[in-house]
């Protein structure tokens, strides 16, 4: 028996799996105990990802093509896809400009991957139009960062949750979504019962139900909720006066938004009493350790960056960041969005955190890639502008032409995705590099390059933690699916930058890349394949010469100084209004979409598996028996959930798990289920947070109808 040690490829908890390889082949999984991140333990998903693994029924194992929509893809060489490919691009750049093509990639991707597919289009071909799935869980986390502490840098580490003694969990269910993370702060709550956890979320979702106190808002008024507890802090005494002066900007404007609303009003507005939000408060003011956890809640927002700010505010002003137990921590859904981020994954970003609009670091970056490399000062499309420039491509204007979407699948995840899926529909060209033909993309492309999986390539991931994580080859790719690396680099061969992308392995790849984040945040100069081998996992940043054992830098800012030009963190003053979507007379309630426990992203994975459909075997729409019952709806009944862009019949479950005026869906399945239409982006919109880009995915407007 072969044994070898890996990570969890679903989500950004970053679990250490051991993987045992029997002679026959058969392979068995388990929580690696070594791994600081999970200490041995797995949720159900980790815990049966080797059945995704010996399932090769629905692989992609040939490269295919077409040459029209209407012809059938057929097997074709590596060679001739990549070269059609090549033609195809290199006419579009020439005839519309290099923006008329682009790419979609995913933070399923590796690190090496990320790298090498900005380094081609955002050195080579000379546009900026690449973004990551990413753009839809963690944009408006990045800017929030950003804006408030100088960079996109999560100051906090796993071993703070045995340091804190009240949790503020935030639009985020970690009980069914990082579910290892939450053992480990349940664990620490039965050692100390003196730990607080505090939930804000309009359902009573698990991570509710083991709370300390439940805050069930009105949805979008976060911002409201988070500056009442701002105000109540300043006028208990709570802030940190020293730590304001000394080490932050803007406290005077905060005091004076945050004065603005009274906590009556404030409760009135969330819809919970005023007694529950002066309980959060003082929990929080007489924290030792204060640590909050968000993610989808505050991020998929319209106004998902004020939503950020607001909620690290509360830090700053408290003074309870950069030390043991305390901090704002973002965390990630994907393996590996925190590493794609790293790598300038975003359209506005260059590799170690640098920005495009910024002329030195594009100096920076063009000098390092070196060849005929040419940086774009303007970002490129973001996740949704893409959809939108396809479907507005008017031939012979200077639109999107050719989009390439890899390892991700934006017919499901996508808001509107009616709108997506048209607008794929006519796309001039579409290339889909995947692991599975269940990517509903599949059916749209004029190219199909099958992508090694899980176990079959190596290379790096970033958890949510800033730990880097090397994952080795285990198992040949089966059919001719190549490492995603290798496939950017043949491709841009083809393209004619063979010099600059002449490479022997994905070692040489990372090697590269460390060497451009040199003098940076995120200096991981001193991280090689052999010192990760050594040392399982390293937390950046970890310059070349770092002292200690390999573990790297645990928490970041515990000096107080802070990312920002003048090393201060900046406290915002935000407006707690909402921009989603209004409900109105057509429209009522409020849809909010979200994860199930064993499922993950679009079930191109989890949905093989047998054992985790059984949670869940179809989507159910969550509403109020105050919401029902005016409707004649009853508990199992098939409902119509009416949008402005579209419909989804489901099933309806009765809870009072959601507040009246809210319903859930969930978000995983794909358009059709049972000859019903049940993709829940169907009815969601692509209103975006003007600055991170991010949709508001937990904020639609439907009416609700018995079918
Ligand atoms: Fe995998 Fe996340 Fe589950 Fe850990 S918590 S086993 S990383 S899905």
């Known amino acids: 028996m072969v044994v070898h040690q890996t990570t969890c490829c679903y989500c950004g908890v970053g679990c250490g799996i051991v993987v045992r390889q029997e002679p026959n082949g058969r392979l068995t999984v388990e929580g690696d105990k070594e791994h600081p991140s999970n200490r041995g333990m797995l949720c159900s998903k980790g815990m049966n990802l080797h059945y995704t693994v010996m399932d090769q029924s629905d692989r992609l194992l040939y490269p295919q093509m077409r040459l029209g929509r209407s012809m059938p ?51 080579f071909i000379g546009s900026n139009n690449i973004d990551t799935n990413s753009r839809l869980c963690m944009s408006s986390a990045v800017v929030g960062y950003k804006l408030s502490l100088g960079e996109d840098s999560v100051p906090v580490c796993y071993d703070d949750i045995e340091e804190a003694d009240v949790f503020y969990v935030q639009g985020a269910n ?61 006028e208990n005494g709570f802030v940190h006066s020293d730590f304001i002066l000394d080490h932050t900007d803007g406290f005077a404007a905060y005091r004076e938004q945050v004065m603005q609303r009274t906590v009556d009003e404030a409760a009135d507005l969330c819809g919970i009493d005023a007694e529950a939000i002066q309980q959060a408060a003082a929990w929080i003011g007489r924290s030792n350790g204060f640590l909050s956890l968000w993610t989808m ?51 506005n970003s260059l590799p170690a955190h640098r920005e495009v609009t910024n002329a030195a670091h594009r100096a ?8 005929p490399v040419n940086i774009a000062p303007k970002p490129g499309l973001t996740a949704t502008e893409m959809f939108d420039a396809l479907a507005n491509d008017q031939s ?92 950017i680099w043949r491709f841009a061969q083809k393209m004619g930058f063979g010099e600059s992308f002449n490479y022997a392995n994905a070692s040489d790849v990372y090697q590269e890349y460390t060497r451009l984040t040199a003098g940076t945040n995120v200096d991981v100069t001193g991280v090689s394949y052999e010192l990760l081998k050594k040392y399982r996992t390293i937390q950046w940043p970890f310059p070349e010469g770092a002292q200690g054992n ?26 707690d209004g909402n921009a989603s979507e209004p409900t109105d007379e057509d429209f009522p309630l409020v849809l909010t979409t979200g994860r199930i426990r064993d499922q993950w992203h679009t079930m191109t994975k989890t949905g093989r598996v047998a054992k985790l459909g059984q949670h869940s075997p179809e989507p159910l729409l969550q509403i109020h028996p105050a919401d029902a019952s005016p409707r004649g709806i009853r508990e199992g009944q098939l409902v119509v959930v009416q949008g402005r862009r579209g419909e989804v019949r489901v099933k309806a479950q009765l809870t009072e798990d959601v507040r009246p005026g809210l319903c859930f869906l969930p978000m995983h399945w794909g358009k059709v289920l049972n000859n019903n239409q049940v993709r829940a982006n169907n009815l969601t919109s692509s209103l975006v947070d003007p600055r991170s880009k991010e949709p508001d995915f937990k904020f639609t407007a439907v009416e609700v109808k018995p079918y």
């Open 73 to 123: 893809l057929q097997r074709v060489s590596w060679d001739a896809a990549l070269e059609r490919t090549a033609a195809v691009f290199k006419t579009f750049i020439q005839k519309y400009g290099p923006d008329s093509v682009a790419f979609y990639v995913s933070g399923q991707c590796l690190t090496e991957e990320y790298y090498l597919v900005n380094k081609l289009i955002k050195g």
């Open 174 to 234: 970690p009980a069914w979504c990082h579910p290892i993370l939450w053992r480990r702060i349940e664990a620490h709550k039965t050692a100390n019962p003196h730990v607080k956890i505090i939930c804000v979320d309009p359902r009573r979702t698990d991570t509710a139900r083991s709370s300390d106190l439940h805050l069930p808002i009105r949805p979008g008024t976060d911002i409201v909720l988070n500056n009442a507890i701002g105000r109540l802090l300043i």
């Open 297 to 347: 809640g505050l991020n998929q927002s319209v106004v998902g960056v004020n939503k950020n700010l607001s909620l690290i505010n509360l830090h700053l002003i408290t003074g309870k960041i950069g030390k043991p137990g305390n901090g704002p921590f973002s965390l990630t859904g994907q393996p590996n969005a925190m590493g794609g981020r790293e790598v300038g994954g975003l359209a």
């Open 364 to 371: 920076e970056v063009e000098a390092f890639w070196q060849g």
């Open 396 to 487: 012979g204007d200077a639109s999107l032409k050719a989009i390439w979407i890899i390892n991700t699948n934006p017919m499901v995840s996508m808001p509107d995705a009616n709108a997506v899926e048209k607008a794929l529909k006519t796309a001039r060209f579409v290339v889909v590099q995947d692991v599975s033909n269940r990517a509903d993309t599949v059916s749209f492309a004029d190219v199909v390059l099958p992508a090694a999986a899980w176990l079959e390539k190596e290379g790096t991931m970033t958890n949510a933690e800033r730990r880097i994580s090397y994952l080795p080859k285990i198992l040949d790719a089966p059919g001719e699916a190549l490492p995603d690396a290798e496939i």
């Open 550 to 575: 390999g573990a790297g830098t645990k928490r970041l800012f515990t000096d107080h100084r802070f990312y920002t030009a003048n090393g201060r963190a900046q406290i915002h003053a935000v407006p």
